[in-house]
């Protein structure tokens, strides 16, 4: 069962998740990045530019989703470095720190709790959050065109592209896309006909949006929304 809720970090999630069946899980991307914890383990999920499968069988996971392009500053790591990967926290970290922090996670009356901690004592270290790029995401998911975007925060296209891969693990207009998506589902799975979803969320036609779900999400909108995914 996977449940999530607002986390104390500003912008970020935060769940846990024990499937009750074994299968593959489809993870959709997102424009995030997760620290999580699964089996006693510290791990970083990177920014995904498609569905990642898991397939670990039963057993419980937890986890805190950063807002887009605020897990690097924290992690110490660029986010094109971990483009979809998923990496132990000590392949980053000195393993000596990861013991304790995982130990510390381990001994909290549960994981997510114990993760968010480990996440607000790492945010109260770091600088605080690029203002410019919330606004790169805000813009973006409201549909401006990329260009328009880097216009009117005064960036220039290659300047926009550099600090996007840093923040994001990827270009501007693969989060738009990836943004996009997620606006797409969230109006189909809110019963919105899938022409009026293309329409609303940005798509050229219907035809646009399945070709997008399949190639993000590796399986059609209808299967997708089935929970076959």
């Not at 790029?133 to 880097?150: C, H, K």
């Not at 840093?166 to 799975?189: C, E, Q």
Request: charged share 25%.
């Amino acid at each position: 069962m996977y449940v999530e809720w607002a986390s104390r970090l500003t912008g970020a999630v935060v769940w846990s998740n024990t499937p009750d069946r074994d299968g593959v899980g489809r993870v959709l991307p997102d424009g995030c990045m997760d620290l999580l914890w699964h089996e006693g383990r510290l791990l970083v999920a990177g920014p995904d530019t498609h569905a990642y499968l898991t397939g670990d069988g039963p057993g419980a996971w937890a986890g805190v989703r950063f807002y887009p392009g605020t897990a690097p500053a924290l992690l110490g790591v660029p986010a094109h470095e971990l483009r979809d990967r998923r990496v132990e926290l000590a392949d980053l970290w000195p393993a000596s720190e990861v013991r304790r922090l995982a130990d510390r996670v381990n001994a909290a009356p549960d994981p997510a709790s114990g993760l968010e901690e480990v996440a607000l004592r790492q945010a109260a270290g770091a600088d605080p959050p690029d203002p410019v790029l919330r606004q790169v995401v805000t813009a973006l998911d409201a549909g401006r065109p990329v260009a328009a975007t880097a216009d009117e925060l005064g960036l220039g296209a290659r300047q926009l592209h550099r600090r996007a891969l840093a923040a994001f693990g990827y270009g501007p207009k693969t989060l738009a896309r990836i943004l996009r998506l997620r606006r797409a589902l969230a109006l189909a799975r809110h019963g919105v006909p899938f022409a009026d979803t293309a329409a609303r969320a940005g798509y050229a036609d219907q035809a646009h949006l399945a070709r997008d779900v399949r190639e993000l999400a590796g399986l059609p909108l209808g299967e997708l929304l089935a929970g076959h995914g």
